[in-house]
């Protein structure tokens, strides 16, 4: 793919809290490269989280343009949205958000599921199935997330979110949740994965050591996105 | 295709888990869909029955059939050209025995009775055939009798006993006749002799209220060419033909309007279960809000995540319209035998597949309609709640906005209109389904209507003065705040549950009224005017008489109507037709007799001398094509009297008081020479003694022993009012399990407001005052609300569907409308206390 994964230019988003209007992004213009990790760091309230949803699809910026794997956001509807996301995007979050009804396995099947690439049930469970190889959880196949340990959630989380092989991998704080060991054995392994299917990365973190080993690393400060800060070697 | 059944599969997979979460949902549609099931099933049944048997029930192919006096041999011996015949008479007569007696309702039949069917006797008859058991043996001949008569009588079989002028043995007891459900309403107990028999006894005399019947078991034709021969070969000839269905019109007609009735309430419970339904829903996708924003994340369309809910919801709600179709079925194959007894029709424990197929259709369109709001709350979700704190109440997101959108508005009204037209399939009466459906929309848009304007005004309210007080006010009025479901829910399963009491509550009134005190014993006809100083000197010396009054009565033939001789006024209703042959009685009045309400025109004055004025029961207006100034020509004593219609009443005959079809005005009628018609009332449990003394002493008296009618009508109307209370019951639970689902929709809220309270300092009296006058003031509002609704309802059903005059309960209506408010209080604290016994710390834990 020629040009990169994201690009933003002088884009604005606008809410409002109670009758209150809040300027929430102000004026964000970036871009990130194929298979480039980006990591986004800054106080609580700066506006990652909306960056984040911004380029997921899932807040609409209030103005200038936003561009995520050659689809132009603006303009398009809600379902229009998820399909851009089931063909763009792999989502990794700070809650796991797992399916508690679903095991592990048909977990990340449903992210196949939900693509409708044209793959039969076979071939859905057998990519589910290698993915959740590639996170060390083959043993853990038909566990229900109740029965699985914080770590082990957020790798079948990773496994969902890069089963499709995403252009974008959004992660909002995805080590929040887990002690810094796990976290840090969760990141390695995200970055690698990452790296395999040539997948962006857009990291959101408070720990500076993850976010070290971004390719990038971005400020967020009061809505604004501040100059990149160069990573040492 | 394969695309939506990977959806399906998807959403299969994720239904796993707790299924004891949609234990309501379940138990609505499968109490809904059985009592409905039920319903339809047997009254399906009757009806088939009715269809099947109607050769049985007339007891031939065609009945001829003439009041007081036989028909010429002439005539009976063309009848037999026709095919195999069986001559019957009915008439009332008397059996002694000693000082006692019993008023029997005599049949004698010729041998070849009964034509088709056969004669149900008791085992004591021992396999003897009806014959034999009637034949003279050693100069007696024999009789069978119900099995009362030898109880009233004290006697056994082989004692002997007086009927007419002859002596007879019982024989044999009687259980049923093959076309006893075509004979209506009898008085007296059944009993059969022969023909032969009668003729001995003196009893085949022409009489008034003797009727001979000529049933037919046609050779080769069939009804109608058999009909129109006879009519063609005796144009004149005064008898009635009447066909198998007319036998069963009238039967098949109650038992149709009772099970519309009942479909209509089944319908009910399924409705106010619909609630249930919407509020399961509502709890389920609220739970799992999560999972409906990590579907969309991944990409889910909304299209998608509605295949997804809807599907499980429908694969449940198939499970509990299944359950509901087993109850159903089970209920009816028990309740058609014994139905069967009770009815003297043949019903074979059978299923109806049609009335399952409905039961289920009326399900399934219920839990669509009823799913599909909370569902459409669900597409509604935002992924983007997955990285923000989770929503409020998300079934309480849809706007009116949302519901007239063609994409909800469409499918929801095409569910509703599903279920009125499966409505009308099986009621039949597209009126009464719209009406009905006019009255349910009524009921949610009031409950909905007023939870609004609950809250609306609330929030105008000015500050109260403790925090404790603002505190619960608020609860009501937030944002999200689940008072609009309570309200909604806790009104219509009480409007339900009052709805149904008022229903029994009214039929027992009914049946109070059947045997009420003031309706007599007995009533003496044909009183001559010598006789009734003698029965009065008798009522008023004998203690165990109550009551004694009389009218004067006469006997007319009514000549004309509107000037058109009643020759060709053509097919007249069963009920009224044998007053236009012969002899009808009729009477005079000064005053509008008790018993009597004027339903149109005016009463005269009590002296008015004029030109002859009538007032007739409504029972006549609408078969005649009646109205006010119109003319009766009524022949009294071999004088015609052209009388002009001044009002017509109504008859309340339930008063089981002396009233006539037929009052004239005083002034000319009263010269003309008459007879008498007068009432006796016996105190409580003196019927037999003063029966036996009345005969004795009045030995050519005719007097009907309506007391025991009436108590007959009686048992018939607790029969119904059992079977209202019992499908009447399924709808209360249902009404029950949507309050309880209605309380549990905000105990997760009052949990967490309790341990936030509790947090902050508030003590546990506080939390529980908040709670208290928060649910105390939805309770009342519901309540009241539900009052209104119900009383409508039950209003409406019984004076538009029953017929039956309707009176408030009041003290019951207020003992469940307090109870109402009484249990919202209790069981919002019960919660609240559970809420209260959870450790903050552990409840704050689980939330972060």
């Known amino acids: 793919m020629s040009g990169p994964v994201v690009e933003t230019a002088a884009m604005n988003l606008h809410l409002t809290s109670g009758k209150t209007p809040l300027h929430i992004l102000k004026d964000i213009s970036f871009h990130i490269d194929p298979g480039e990790v980006v990591a986004v760091v800054g106080p609580s309230g700066s506006g990652k989280t909306s960056l984040l949803m911004v380029l997921g699809g899932l807040e609409r910026a209030t103005d200038g343009a936003v561009t995520v794997g050659n689809t132009t956001l603006a303009g398009l509807g809600e379902d229009e949205l998820a399909i851009f996301r089931r063909r763009n995007l792999g989502i990794l979050f700070q809650n796991f958000h797992l399916i508690p009804s679903m095991t592990a396995l048909e977990n990340v099947a449903l992210a196949l599921e939900i693509a409708e690439d044209g793959r039969s049930y076979k071939a859905i469970r057998t990519a589910a199935t290698e993915a959740l190889a590639a996170v060390g959880l083959s043993d853990r196949l038909d566990h229900l997330p109740s029965a699985l340990s914080g770590g082990e959630q957020q790798r079948v989380g990773l496994a969902r979110a890069i089963v499709n092989k995403p252009k974008l991998l959004l992660a909002d704080e995805p080590t929040g949740n887990l002690d810094q060991e796990t976290g840090a054995m969760v990141i390695d392994m995200m970055f690698a994965l990452a790296r395999d299917n040539d997948t962006a990365v857009f990291l959101i973190t408070h720990d500076r050591s993850l976010a070290a080993k971004a390719d990038r690393i971005l400020n967020m400060n009061h809505g604004h996105l501040s100059a990149a800060v160069a990573v040492p070697a | ?848």
Not at chain 2, 149 to 159: E, I, M, P, Q, W
Not at chain 2, 324 to 345: E, Q
Request: hydrophobic share 55%; charged share 15%; with cysteine.
């Open chain 2, 1 to 848: 295709m394969s695309r939506l059944g990977g959806w399906v599969r998807v959403a299969l997979v994720d239904l796993r888990g707790d299924v004891r979460r949609f234990a309501i949902l379940l138990a609505c549609l499968a109490l809904g869909v059985g009592a409905i099931a039920a319903v339809s099933s047997v009254g399906a049944a009757l009806q088939s029955a009715i269809a099947r048997d109607a050769r049985v029930i007339l007891g031939g192919d065609l009945e001829v059939r003439n009041s007081g006096t036989d028909i010429p041999t002439d005539q009976v011996a063309y009848f037999s050209k026709l095919g195999a015949v069986a001559k019957v008479v009915d008439l009332n007569a008397r059996a002694t025995a000693g000082d006692k007696s019993v008023f029997l309702s005599l049949r004698a039949i010729g041998d070849n009775y009964p034509l088709v069917g056969g004669v149900e006797l008791g085992a004591d008859a021992n396999g003897a055939t009806l014959p034999d058991l009637l034949a003279s043996r050693d100069g007696v001949a024999g009789v069978v009798v119900d099995a009362k008569v030898l109880d009233r009588l004290g006697l056994s079989l082989g004692d002997q006993v007086s009927i007419g002028n002859a002596d007879f043995i019982i024989r044999a007891t009687l259980k049923a006749l093959p076309d006893q459900a075509a004979q209506g309403f009898q008085l007296g107990l059944p009993a059969l002799m022969s023909l032969e028999s009668l003729h001995n006894a003196d009893l085949d005399v022409a009489g008034a209220l003797t009727r001979f019947r000529y049933k037919i078991a046609l050779a080769t034709m069939d009804f109608a060419t058999a009909s129109a021969d006879l009519r063609k070969a005796f144009p004149d000839a005064p008898w009635d033909l009447r066909s198998p269905r007319d036998a069963t019109a009238d039967l098949a007609k109650f038992f149709d309007l009772f099970s519309r009735f009942l479909v209509l309430v089944g319908l009910s419970s399924l409705l106010v279960g619909g609630v249930g339904v919407s509020n399961a829903v509502a709890a389920y996708i609220n739970e799992r809000q999560s999972s409906i924003a990590t579907l969309r994340s991944l990409g889910a369309t909304s299209a998608r995540v509605l295949v997804h809910f809807l599907s499980q919801i429908m694969l449940l709600s198939l499970v509990g319209i299944a359950i509901g179709l087993v109850l159903g079925a089970g209920s009816t194959l028990i309740a058609l035998p014994i139905l069967s007894g009770m009815l003297a029709i043949d019903l074979p424990p059978t299923l109806d597949p049609a009335a399952l197929a409905a039961a289920a259709g009326f399900g399934i369109l219920i839990a669509f309609a009823f799913a599909l709001l909370p569902l459409r709350g669900a597409q509604k979700l935002q992924p983007a709640s997955l990285f923000r704190a989770a929503g409020g109440n998300l079934a309480g997101g849809i706007s009116w906005r949302d519901i007239v959108r063609p994409r909800t508005a469409v499918p929801l009204v095409l569910a509703f209109a599903g279920i009125a037209g499966l409505a009308v399939a099986v009621t039949g009466e597209p009126m009464l389904v719209l009406w009905y459906g006019v009255g349910a929309l009524l009921a949610f848009a009031l409950l909905r209507a007023a939870a609004w304007l609950l809250q609306f005004a609330l929030r105008l309210l000015p500050p109260l003065p403790t925090g404790v007080l603002r505190q619960a006010i608020r609860a009501i009025h937030r944002p999200g705040a689940p008072a609009p479901v309570v309200i909604l829910s806790l009104g219509l399963g009480l409007a339900l549950l009052l709805m149904i009491t008022l229903l029994d509550s009214n039929l027992r009134a009914q049946i109070d009224g059947a045997v009420a005190d003031k309706a007599p014993s007995f009533i003496l006809i044909d009183v001559k005017q010598d006789q009734l100083a003698a029965i009065k000197s008798f009522a008023d010396t004998d203690p165990q008489i109550t009551k004694f009054d009389s009218v004067s009565m006469l006997r007319g033939t009514i000549e004309a109507v509107k000037g058109k001789p009643v020759t060709e006024l053509g097919p007249l209703p069963d009920d009224i037709a044998d007053m236009f042959k012969g002899d009808t009685a009729l009477s005079w009045a000064k005053d509008l007799p008790a018993g009597s309400t004027l339903a149109e025109g005016k009463w005269w004055a009590p002296d008015y001398s004029g030109d002859p004025l009538i007032s007739l029961s409504t029972e006549l207006q609408k078969p005649l094509g009646l109205k006010l100034g119109d003319q009766l020509t009524i022949s009294v004593l071999g004088r015609p009297l052209t009388a002009t219609i001044a009002s017509f009443r109504d008859i309340d005959w339930r008063d089981g008081g002396l009233n006539f079809r037929l009052l004239f005005s005083p002034g000319l009628i009263e010269k003309a020479p008459q007879n008498f018609m007068a009432s006796i009332k016996a105190a409580d449990g003196a019927n037999d003694a003063v029966e036996s003394r009345l005969s004795k002493t009045f030995p050519a008296l005719t007097f009907l022993p309506v007391g025991d009618a009436l108590e007959r009508i009686a048992g018939i109307l607790a029969s119904l009012a059992n079977a209202v209370a019992l499908v009447g019951s399924i709808a209360v639970l249902s009404g029950m399990l949507v309050l309880a689902g209605a309380m549990a929709v905000g105990r997760k809220q009052r949990e967490a407001d309790a341990v936030v309270m509790k947090v902050l300092g508030a003590t546990r009296r506080d939390v529980i005052v908040a709670f208290t006058v928060e649910y105390g003031i939805l309770g009342l509002l519901a309540a009241l609300l539900a009052l209104i609704l119900g009383t409508t309802g039950a209003w409406a059903i019984l004076t538009y569907v029953l017929e039956i005059p309707f009176a408030l309960d009041i003290e019951t209506s207020l003992t469940i409308t307090l109870g109402a408010v009484a249990l919202t209080i209790v069981t919002g604290m019960l919660t609240t206390w559970s809420a209260m016994s959870i450790r903050p710390a552990r409840q704050l834990r689980a939330e972060s």
